[in-house]
Structures are given as structure tokens and as C-alpha cells.
């Protein structure tokens, strides 16, 4: 009775599940926190183009010179290391500033005598562009405008060379007294420093990047090359615990306070990697490079990757169901076969004794079916039979010696299973211990 209601218990389960699987199908599983309100598409706008002088014009230039940096420039570099590596090779260079039009891309590409081409801090080769691939790489180039690893890479692939070590050129120190209390000062009083030669001339409006308190911005310019640069963020942070700091090096980004180490290289990396292709080519702001930071920081903290200052969405218990549905289908029907099969192909338990209470009624019915089975018997259900035989004997013996009847009831048991494993060799129908009593007793 107990396997007979597992069985359509497994089955009205499985048919709810893939009713209830079929009828989700149009719907998406998804468990994230709040959307993020940063807007725009994560690229940094150029601020315009320039306008190159004509492809004769730059031809006379590179022939005169070796090196040619056009009004604007901003790409510097380590000479004495550069000019080691070009030798008596006689590479030329030609750098341009950034924010080309088109059809001064064109005329750039034009000069045949400049070997390699520099426009803002983006080293070519022909098609070949070189820039940064890591955060140090990124930190030296925006920072400090410095392409002299770019330029090493070039030379040596021109000159067939193995590729030199670069090493990063940007080197920390740490800020004077007198300079941290000059960019405090300004942070007290309005939250915004920006030292002189920075584009930045005002912070931003509250952020969602940060939008559970006060954010204090530093703005420098441009660092000069080959000059430890003074790290502000974490003597700021020092001053103004428990507060976001954001220090821009003409175009780098650097984030001091609170949760630093969980996620500023993991903004950073995304940042610089989508914008530094735009960054190297292209004139841009301070504004618009840090607006995007900015928005990527808001990205980043709404993903809940760091404190996860938002509201958490709690997840549909239904939908996060879903994925287990069809495994629960399975189970149910395998569950469902395994039962219904169980009499098919396992020997039936022992089912006499609920069907006849009396130990003696039960080995006269039993022996009853083992001789209506005899003549039927061939050479599969023979031994089967046989064992069947036995059992029955040595329980007709117990009864006769007065032996304990769960002795007998024991062997009684032993004779049913064999019957029942005979009648299933059998090409009849009906003779299963459990059918053919039931049969009889109707």
C-alpha cells in the first residue's frame, strides 16, 4: 500500500513540475542588486580635433630632424634611452598632438620619412598601435605623458632586436608637510583642490559613486617626467579617515578611503581598459575622464562587488526554482518506473501472510499452488520449484514436531519467495503466490 502511494505521489509530482517549468519558460532568472543610475556608455568624449599642417609641410620637418614634435604635442619620453636604441639606425619621429580630424589622420599617414608616429601618447608602426596593457603601463602614460616604453618596443621590432626591459618610470613619494597642508586646506574648506596647470577647474555635483557622504577631489596636472611623483591619496587619507579621495594626475586616477583595497584596481583596470584607446588619441578633459570613472565607480558599487551600500533586491523563490525543475521531473519519474516495475522484476515480498491469517492455512494454500505449478513446470522454473518444495516439506515437519510457529512462518516465507520466482518463469499468467490467492479467495 505505502510503495503504491509513493508511486502516484512521484507521479503527480513529476506533472506538477512540468506544468509549472512549461508555463516559466518566457520568463529570465535573474538576482542582482538595484539598476545602476550611472548613465552614459562608459567612453570618454574628446574635447575636439586638430588640425595637422600639410603632408609637405611635415616631410620637411622629418627631413630636417630626426625627431619632429608639432605645436601641442604631449608625449614625452626618455631621450637618452630612445636615441641609445635608434643608434645609427636613422629611425625618425614624428609626434602630433592628440585629437586628429580625419582628414589630418590622413596626412599623417602619408609622411612616408617618418619611421614612427606619435599621436598624444599612442606609438605607431604603420597600422601597429602601442600603448598601455596594465595599470603600471596606463600609470606612467596618463600620469606623466611618458611613452618611452612604447617607443623602445617599436625600435626594437624595426631594428630586429630582442624586446628591451620596461620597467615602470612613474615612482612614488611621499608628499612634504607643507604640500599635504596646502591640499588640505582646500579639502576643508570646499572639498576640491586643484593645483595650478590642472584642466579640472571644479569638482563634480554629488556622485552615485559615492553617495552615502562628502567625496574630496584633487585635480593636478600632467606629473613631470623622471621626478618621483608626491602620492596625496594616502597622506589624505590619513587627515580624513573614512572618506573617498580622488586624486587626478592629468589623466590618471588615483581613489584613497574607504574599501581602497576591494575595489579601486578592479575600477581602475575596467576603466582604463575601455577608455585608454580613446584617452591616448584623443584631446580630452579632466572632466570627462573623471565623470566616466565616475560612472564605472557607480557600476561597479550597484553590482554589490564592494560595500554594497544599495538596496538588495531579494530574489524570486520561483524563478531561482526554476534550473532544479527538470531534475525534480526526472527523479519523480525514474521513482515512479522503479516502483511500477519493482513486481515485474524483483521477486514480490512476502504477501501470504496478510492474505491468509493461519499458519496452517497458509502452508495447505501454498502447497496447494506448488502442486497446480508442478504440472506446469519446465526446465527454467524447475529448481525454483524445487526449493519451493523443500521449504514446504521442512515447515509441514516443524508443524508435525510442534515446533515454534515463527519457525514455520520463517520457512513459509522462504517457500513463497521461490514460488514466486518459479511462477515468473512461467509462460502462464495467475500464478504468483499474491495473485493466484487472491484469485482463489474471491
Known amino acids: 500500500m505505502i510503495s503504491q502511494t509513493v508511486r502516484w505521489a512521484a507521479l503527480t509530482v513529476a506533472a506538477l513540475t512540468i506544468l509549472v517549468f512549461l508555463g516559466s519558460q518566457r520568463s529570465d532568472f535573474e538576482v542582482s542588486y538595484a539598476r545602476s543610475p550611472a548613465g552614459g556608455n562608459g567612453k570618454v568624449a574628446p574635447a575636439g580635433t586638430v588640425t595637422l599642417p600639410s603632408v609637405e609641410e611635415m616631410t620637411r620637418l622629418v627631413r630636417a630632424s630626426p625627431v619632429v614634435r608639432l605645436p601641442g604635442t604631449v608625449a614625452r619620453w626618455d631621450t637618452a634611452r630612445v636615441d641609445a636604441a635608434i643608434g645609427d639606425s636613422g629611425l625618425r619621429i614624428l609626434a602630433v598632438p592628440p585629437g586628429l580630424d580625419e582628414a589630418s589622420t590622413e596626412r599623417l599617414r602619408a609622411v612616408e620619412e617618418a619611421d614612427l608616429r606619435i599621436i598624444g601618447t599612442a606609438v605607431t608602426l604603420g597600422t601597429i598601435s602601442v600603448g598601455g596593457s596594465t595599470l603600471a603601463d596606463w600609470r606612467d602614460e596618463f600620469a606623466t605623458a611618458d611613452v618611452t616604453n612604447s617607443l623602445l618596443l617599436l625600435i626594437a621590432d624595426l631594428r630586429d632586436q630582442p624586446a628591451p626591459a620596461m620597467p615602470e618610470t612613474l615612482r612614488w613619494r611621499e608628499p612634504t608637510a607643507a604640500e599635504t597642508a596646502v591640499v588640505a586646506a582646500d579639502l576643508r574648506a570646499g572639498g576640491f583642490h586643484r593645483a595650478e596647470g590642472a584642466a579640472l577647474e571644479e569638482a563634480p555635483q554629488k556622485s552615485t559613486a559615492f553617495p552615502d557622504g562628502r567625496v574630496l577631489y584633487v585635480a593636478l596636472p600632467v606629473q613631470p617626467l623622471g621626478k618621483p611623483v608626491p602620492e596625496y591619496g594616502p597622506a589624505l587619507a590619513k587627515l580624513f579617515p573614512d572618506t573617498p579621495i580622488v586624486v587626478m594626475y592629468g ?61 538588495y533586491q531579494p530574489p524570486d523563490p520561483l524563478r531561482v526554482a526554476l534550473p532544479a525543475l527538470p531534475w525534480i521531473f526526472v527523479l519523480c519519474v525514474l521513482l515512479f518506473v522503479v516502483i511500477s516495475a519493482r513486481p515485474i522484476l524483483l521477486p514480490a515480498g512476502p504477501q501470504v501472510a496478510r492474505l491468509i491469517p493461519g499458519t496452517l492455512a497458509q502452508l495447505a494454500a501454498l502447497t496447494a499452488l506448488a502442486v497446480e505449478m508442478s504440472a506446469l513446470a519446465d526446465q527454467r522454473s524447475e529448481t525454483p520449484l524445487a526449493r519451493a518444495l523443500v521449504s514446504l516439506t ?14 514455520v512462518r520463517a520457512m513459509l516465507r522462504n517457500a513463497e519467495i521461490e514460488l514466486d520466482r518459479a511462477a515468473r518463469l512461467l509462460p502462464y499468467r495467475g500464478y504468483r503466490p499474491a495473485e493466484y490467492l487472491r484469485g482463489r479467495l474471491a
Open 394 to 407: 521442512a515447515a509441514r515437519d516443524a508443524v508435525d514436531a510442534d515446533l515454534p510457529d515463527a519457525h
Open 251 to 311: 589623466g590618471w586616477i588615483e581613489y584613497s578611503g574607504p574599501f581602497a583595497g576591494d575595489f579601486a584596481d578592479i575600477a581602475a583596470a575596467g576603466f582604463y581598459s575601455q577608455a585608454a584607446s580613446v584617452m591616448e588619441r584623443s584631446a580630452y578633459t579632466q572632466r570627462g575622464v573623471l565623470e566616466t570613472y565616475l560612472q564605472r565607480v557607480t557600476e561597479i558599487r550597484f553590482a554589490g562587488i564592494f560595500d554594497r551600500p544599495l538596496p
